[in-house]
Structures are given as C-alpha cells and as structure tokens.
C-alpha cells in the first residue's frame, strides 16, 4: 500500500498541474515529502494517454517537450485524457544525473517498484500500481543520457501478444522518428516500458540523442513525435500531426552481439561515425593506454552487421563501458 498522495483528481475534467507526494524522512527533513510534477489534461471521450519523461534525470528532450505541452494545451484540444509524468525521477532530474543521488538508484531498473522501499522503488510503483491502470497508452520519453550518444529514434518494447506487438509498432511509427529500432535490453523486465506492455497498455519508447546535452534537431523530432502520437491515439486532432515519411526498415539491437564493450582501461577512440555502415568482425576502435607510450592499444571489434546507432560519449573507458551500440535490421515478426 503506497503512502503517496496527489493533489490530482484523474477523474476531473480540465487541465490540473500538481504534483505526487511521497513521504520521506531525511536527516534534513523529518516529516517531509519527494514532490514528484504530474499534471492531467481531461476533456470529453478519448483513451488516456501517460506522457513520462525524466525516467532518467540526464535527458532533457522528454522533459522539455512535456513541459511546453503541459503550458501550452488546452482541455479543448483534447479528446480524452493525458496524464503527464515529465520529470517522473525528480531526485534524478533534479541532479542532471541517470540515477537517483537519493538511493543510487536507477528508476528505470526498479520497475515494477516497491512501495515500502526506497524512494526510487516508490516511484516506479506509483507509477506500475496507481497510474499505469489509468492509462490505455504509455509513452517513455528518453535521450541517450551522459554516456551515449543516440542516432534519434523511436522505440519498440517487445510484446508477447501479436495483437498489442502490431499496436505498438503502429503507435511507435505514428511517432516518426528518422529511425524505429527494437530494443529488449537483452531481455530486462524492470525498465517502465516492459512493465507498461505486461499490463497490457500500448508502449511507445524514444532514444532522443544524448551525451548530456539537449540536441536542436532531437528536441524537434521530439516535439513533433509526441504530437503525432497523441493524434495516432484521437487525443489530438489529427490536423496537428506532421508524421514525416515512414522509415523503410525497422532495425533492432541484437542481443550482446549488438554491444562493443571496453577489453581495458584507456581512452576509446572509434573508427566510424554514428549511422556509418559496418560488419561483424570489423575494427570498431581502439583503446589507447595513455600513460605507457610503449603500450600498443587495445583494438575492439564490431558482433554484429548494421549501423552505428549510438556511441560512448566520454573519452575515458574501463573494461566492460559500451563504447558502441549497433542496429541490424529487424528480422523478427512484424506483421
Ligand atoms: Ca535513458
């Protein structure tokens, strides 16, 4: 049983910014809460749609995006509901970093949450337990972060159910990303977009570039794609939508063969550009010792055939850091 409470009423028409309160008790603040931003548009018929970004607090497209909807629409645009979480890890947010400073946590490896557990673990069961069920659609608004750089991408979390994987890669073309890439994290159930396709909900995903910065062309795509989504849904009329053309292929990220990680500690110089074509086996970089001169570097190859789809952004490696990220082209069913 959560102890957080809203000021929110989901049941009201008309547009509420508030906020979600989760008891916390600090050395520096004994009684207090972690204030969390949700704000609800409501108007007439229409299925509802959860808005969420800062799931982590180093990407800021989503976050950004989020707050100029919540401003900027009014409940007269909206047929339907959308339920806004834009910057759902606010100790993460707050901080500019991936995981939470309050418990080391990352929000986005915790789902479906625990409500008698840390703050993170609160969050993420909020969010499963109290507004998932809200929700006939879910969207995850996320960038690259401080250590990737993303080609801008749309992104299709797994389903199991023929019926909701064809819903979902509707809804994640709907958004019109320049690329749509399938990705499991090689199979992991605790991030909020796997959590929202076992509940059933239709689940969108975003990588908006990265590298700790907010990417002009990504923020565009970002705001276009949101709008274009909710218009996929009937939220928004479809007059606001801008889809540009649908790409030709959908990629994915093939398991650990899609991942080239660090063999030592250096700095990591890569041999191919993002969206440069390579193959299995290829010389992908190599890893420089900058402290032994006599040391020859450390060359890392490509697993898979595909593009470059996201890269390292910090120099400095240790073993095991991904340095690169490759999409081949999705073979699995999409009918
Ligand atoms: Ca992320």
Not at 5 to 17: A, C, E, H, N, V
Not at 26 to 39: C, K, S, V
Not at 40 to 49: A, C, W, Y
Request: negative net charge; proline residues 8%; hydrophobic residues 40%.
């Amino acid at each position: 049983m959560t102890t957080a409470r809203t000021t929110i009423d989901f049941d009201k028409i008309g547009k509420q910014i508030g906020f979600v309160d989760i008891p916390h008790s600090p050395h520096e603040d004994a009684w207090g809460a972690t204030r969390i931003p949700l704000a609800v548009i409501s108007n007439g018929r229409g299925p509802t749609v959860i808005l969420e970004a800062g799931n982590h607090g180093d990407e800021y497209e989503g976050p950004i995006t989020l707050g100029e909807l919540v401003r900027e629409l009014d409940p007269g645009q909206v047929s339907g509901r959308i339920i806004f979480l834009p910057a759902v890890n606010t100790p993460a947010v707050d901080a500019g970093r991936r995981t939470s400073p309050v418990d080391g946590l990352n929000l986005n490896r915790t789902f479906p949450g625990d409500p008698g557990g840390t703050i993170t673990q609160q969050i993420s069961a909020y969010v499963s337990s109290v507004i998932m069920p809200l929700g006939d659609a879910f969207v995850d608004l996320h960038s690259g972060g401080s250590s990737l750089n993303i080609l801008p991408s749309a992104i299709i979390e797994p389903a199991a159910d023929p019926a909701l994987r064809r819903r979902n890669i509707d809804a994640v073309l709907a958004f019109g990303a320049p690329l749509t890439v399938v990705i499991d994290n090689l199979g992991e159930p605790r991030t909020s977009t796997a959590t929202a396709v076992r509940a059933g909900l239709v689940t969108i995903g975003t990588e908006m570039a990265g590298a700790g910065t907010v990417s002009l062309e990504a923020l565009d795509i970002c705001r276009r794609g949101v709008r274009n989504v909710l218009a996929h849904f009937g939220v928004l009329d479809g007059a606001t939508a801008s889809p540009p053309a649908r790409p030709d292929a959908i990629l994915h990220i093939p398991g650990h063969d899609g991942y080239v990680l660090a063999t030592t500690a250096g700095v990591f110089e890569p041999f191919h550009p993002l969206g440069a074509r390579v193959e299995a086996g290829q010389q992908a970089g190599r890893i420089h010792n900058l402290i032994d001169p006599s040391r020859t570097p450390e060359i890392v190859h490509y697993g898979a055939s595909g593009i470059v789809y996201g890269r390292r952004q910090p120099g400095r490696v240790v073993a095991g850091n991904c340095c690169i990220t490759v999409a081949a082209p999705y073979t699995g069913d999409i009918s």
